[in-house]
């Protein structure tokens, strides 16, 4: 299936005596017939796109040169697109024009111009635009495809036909416009880093992802902490020199662990711009993770408690002879936190009957951290103990 279907009317090249394979492809005669000869991922057929679906905002990375230029007020300086390389282009901040701008106008002789509006949904659309000439205003008709994106719109254009041409495009000020994109594919992350000092010493850095927009937006992060705001950032760009540190978040944030992290991004056209809409990730849960929140349990019949840390933890020593463990301790609320006077005890092999040790990690222990060897479940098997049995009440239900 060809997206781009205007590309996919099969030419043969003796019938022009022109090269018609697209997006860099070569003609070739195979005795009976030209074919094109393809570059790597495009349909074997006229070069086209080959991906079924595929959406062209994701892979456009070109942008149209010297804009500024291309205005309806720059007079003839000489522009030509004859030689443009077929494919999409971006045009941050620009979009082409509807209108007949007049001979000698766009930076060229004879401009080009659009002769319908550009539709505001994301679907590609195959708009015709015409040549204008000293005489005529719609000498040549020629094909664009155009396609809204996150925040501008993308245009597919083809080598003009004629030389001292150009496309013509336009300023759209969107200095008093909110943007309607949204971030997508938000998700939260941690990595581990070290100190640069002398011994290094691990910590925990928490990055908020989402795919950024194909025009130069300004992006606002903000941090929360069991649903408060702890954090903000100052408007950046995707490729400013401050865009790591202001999408992650240290750990001087956080007293304790059991939270709930979660990140939002809002964009802007400026950073004096009105921003767009909020959109938040999901939440991160940092601490220890209860895999059975509620189980019940019968007189004469036991329980398992599963748990997993989702960080890492670990201890500050340096020495290889320490042994790095914490302790998971077991409170019985009707016991009012009494473990002696409890009537549930912990019966796993290696632990005592009130808690069990997790193992962790030392500070020079990379490997521990960096290969993930904390990632584990850790299991309390439960019971009902057999003292004082007249007590005991016939299920007794955790959550």
Known sequence: MCYYYYCCLYYYAWWY???YCHNGGTSFYNGTQYICLCNQGWDPTTCC???INKDPCDDVNTELKSLELRTSSTPNIGLCDQNLTEKWYKAYGYEMITRDPGSNRCGSKNPIYLTGTIPNDTDVHNLTACLRDQEDACTTNLSVLVKKCDADTIFYLSPSPTSNSTYCFDQVDMSDKATTWTASSMHM???MTWSNTATPKPGIVY???FRFSTGNLWYKIKWYINDIKVAESEYVQKD?????ENTTLTEKYIEAYGVTIKCSVTAAYSAMSPPGAETKSPGFYAGMKLHTPSISIERGKSGIIIMEPTIPYGCPSYSKYFVCKTRILMSDPQARNQCDKSQIVITSTQNDRYGLEMEGGLI???EWFENELWRKN????????EEDQRYIPRKTSFY
Not at 240 to 244: E, H, L, N, Y
Not at 378 to 385: A, G, N, S, V, W
């Open 17 to 19: 005596g022109h090269n």
């Open 189 to 191: 992350r941690f990595n």
């Open 364 to 366: 020079t222990n990379t």
């Open 240 to 244: 400013s020199v401050g865009i790591a």
């Open 49 to 51: 796109q080959s991906e």
């Open 378 to 385: 850790y299991t309390f098997t439960i019971k009902h103990r």
């Open 207 to 209: 990055r908020c992802d």
